[in-house]
């Protein structure tokens, strides 16, 4: 059966297990302050926008090539590009038209022209490639950074950083053994409210957290994909090289570009998509270092309870997964409905911590904290990271520094392959319908190891592509 195929994989076996954690997580909704509105958190974020200027630039110049040339390639690209010091040499994509309409953006912000190469393997083989941006639908993002890394090129790779387990690990190892830097595309980690909410959940000022949530609420129109029947490949897309080492399946207009994103055999739901972002901020707050907490055991119930059992999309549109770590819970959830209308008094996405002496609310429009009695109170005066407070801007520019000085990167690899990690594990769960024990040091399933032929953990690979091994 295609993976492209809704299966029923014998999760009502778990419908016993859904109210365990639950209605302590749920919790009493938190109101947020000083008149904030839509769910804005208490104290607005007033800094630039994401795409902001930012005024520093690398002490050399870099030479890059853009492989993905879709809506977050030309955010990153354009970031690139906002630095003189910084020359696009290439576009890359299966689709010439995206190429096309890249190449003659690039001329107009630099009146110069790219050169548009189809397929990736052949910009690696420049030797006028300092590093590339890796844009690519997520089943596409391990070839191209392995690669790169092996021909000497550094990386700035867009989350997730893997389709599954297997492939974040042999990338982890890739970097390790040629030394280059790669910076996954993870720019919350770079934007100021969470750096100072973070600081403030790491400061043991909230007590003893026994308990976390995160969650992003997608927007109807974006969730149902429909039902669409195969049809012709549109001029100028090569398809089979957009398919890559994934399941060559029959096109269908409502698979590809920003919709991949909702298919098993190409990406990994919203979990994958959002995961990295809002799970990643729990995951950061909770740990001493980058090297963040991984669980000990999943469980994760959901469905197309939205789209329903004739949309196309693969992956649940409503998803609650519950992790266990030592000494706390952590609570993902995924759902369909108004964007203004978020979960804990929030946003449409958001993080919060609850201790025994406080909680904090962070979203991408501030952060909040609050008593254990739910009452709002002031927040500290932030601190000087020593950089803007626009999140790409700054994640780019220290890509650019890094690369040339050697240091770790705010979202390197090794991190955010634990981050990825956690979200495949919730898909897993869905799709094997168990609980599953995880032995974060061996990066296998304890007691279903069956779960670990599913593919949030590994694929076999389409002939010709194969995953290098280090």
Known sequence: MSVDETVDTGRRALLGLAGIGMATMAGAALR?????????????????????????????????????????????????????????????????????????????????????????????????????????????????????????????????????????RRMVRFAEKTGRTIQVGTWQRSLQPFLDALAYVRSGKLGRIQVCRAWKIQAPNAAVLGKKMPGPVPDGLDYDLWVGPAELVPYRENRLHYNHRWYFNFAGGMTGDWGVHMMDTVLQGMSPDDKVALPGKVMSLGGKFYTGAEDDRTTPDTQIAVYEFPGWLMQWEVHVGDQAVGLEGGKDHGALFIGTEGRVLVDRGGWSIFDAKGKPV??????????????????VGEFLENRLTKRPTRSNIASMHRTTTVCHLANLAYLAGEVLHWDADKEVVTNRKEAMRLLPYQRTYRKPWALPTA
């Open 378 to 395: 002031e927040k500290p005066a932030a601190r000087d990271f020593g950089g803007a407070m626009n999140g790409l801007g700054s994640h």
């Open 32 to 168: 947020p302050a000083y008149g904030a509105r839509y769910g804005a958190a208490a104290h607005d974020w007033t800094g630039p926008a994401p795409d902001a200027p930012r005024a520093r630039q690398a002490p050399e110049a870099t030479r890059i090539a853009l492989i993905g040339c879709g809506g977050q390639g030309r955010a990153n690209l354009r970031e690139f590009l906002k630095r003189d010091n910084v020359t696009c040499v290439a576009v890359c994509d299966p689709d010439a038209s995206r190429m096309a309409r890249y190449a003659a953006e690039v001329e107009e912000m630099r009146d110069h022209v790219p050169e548009q190469i189809k397929d990736f393997r052949k910009v690696l083989e420049r030797k006028d490639v300092d590093a590339v941006i890796v844009a690519t639908p997520d089943h596409w993002h391990a070839l191209p950074t392995i690669l790169a890394c092996d021909a000497g090129k550094d990386v700035f790779c867009e989350k997730p950083i893997s389709h599954n387990i297997v492939e974040g």
